[in-house]
């Protein structure tokens, strides 16, 4: 890694890169944490039960340390390589995507002219299938508290985000029953009392488009009513943050059961109108 000459000697940063059968990009990955101008950075890479090339192409770098799992989904991933981190800051990074050369100190630096902060995150530059292409107006990346704002769809980046390891891990990590949108319940959660802070410079590259990604998936809201309802029932919002989640589950839960019924599966509809039901 290229020393910087500031903050060479800063806080151990541990960056987690969770990654199952991503082969074919993983390589790039990997080298964009090493070209960053922060020197004080462990990488650990979770192989999360891949079958394909990752193994081989994991053991090609000495300069990282790597975990292998049986297949348990990208959260257990994320948490197991938190677990063994030993930086006072974390920051993930998706397989898939890549970072500027001067995404960690660019963070760090705020971190340092803001100390209370918890968590920040940086913008990003979008590519879908080797094109760039421009986020729409709704998915525009706000800063500080947006609570109410993240209900609607997930407005912070795993690969953008760095934070102190001490409060991801009194926030309780990612969920691991989740199958997908943990990065949407974690945010929920942070954002409940605690602002995410945005740098406004571009220092991810987030790539998309390709086959095996989840938030491609269809069928995501199941899990985002999931999520709102663990909030509801465990009572931490406040009577605005209650009102607006309640008026958002209802919504979710309107559209994916009108989907579940035009698909025949009655029994789904009918369990997602009576979610719905439960919180009026």
Not at 48 to 71: M, Y
Not at 78 to 91: C, D, E, K, L, T
Not at 116 to 137: A, D, L, P
Not at 162 to 189: S, V
Request: glycine share 8%; charged share 25%.
């Amino acid at each position: 890694m290229r020393s910087n000459k500031n903050l060479s000697d800063g806080p151990l940063v541990s960056v987690i890169i969770p990654t199952y059968n991503r082969g074919w990009v993983l390589r790039e990955a990997i080298e964009s944490v090493l070209a960053q101008d922060y020197a004080n950075v462990e990488l650990i890479a979770v192989d999360d039960g891949s079958t394909d090339d990752t193994p081989g192409i994991l053991a090609a770098f000495n300069r990282v340390t790597v975990l292998h799992q049986s297949n348990r989904g990208v959260s257990a991933a994320r948490n197991s390589g938190v677990a063994h981190a030993r930086g006072q800051f974390i920051a993930f990074l998706d397989s898939d995507d890549l970072w500027m050369p001067e995404k960690l100190s660019v963070q760090l630096d705020f971190f340092q002219n803001n100390p209370k902060t918890m968590i920040c995150q940086t913008q990003e530059i979008w590519v879908r299938n080797g094109r760039r292409v421009n986020s729409g107006k709704r998915h525009q990346k706000p800063s500080g508290m947006f609570f109410e704002r993240s209900l609607e769809l997930c407005l912070v980046s795993p690969s953008a985000v760095m934070m102190r390891k001490t409060f991801f891990t009194g926030m309780g990590g990612f969920d691991e029953q989740l199958l997908a949108c943990e990065d949407y319940d974690l945010w929920l959660r942070i954002g409940v009392n605690h602002p995410i802070f945005l740098i406004d410079r571009p220092l991810i590259v987030k790539r998309g488009g390709h086959a095996d990604q989840l938030s491609a998936g269809i069928g995501l809201d199941k899990y985002r009513i999931q999520s709102i309802t663990k909030l509801l029932d465990i009572g931490v919002l406040s009577p605005e943050q209650e009102k607006a989640a309640v008026c958002v589950l209802k919504d979710k839960c309107r559209v994916y059961a009108g989907g579940c019924h035009k698909r025949g599966r009655l029994r789904e509809a009918a369990y997602y109108r009576s979610i719905s039901d439960a919180y009026c």
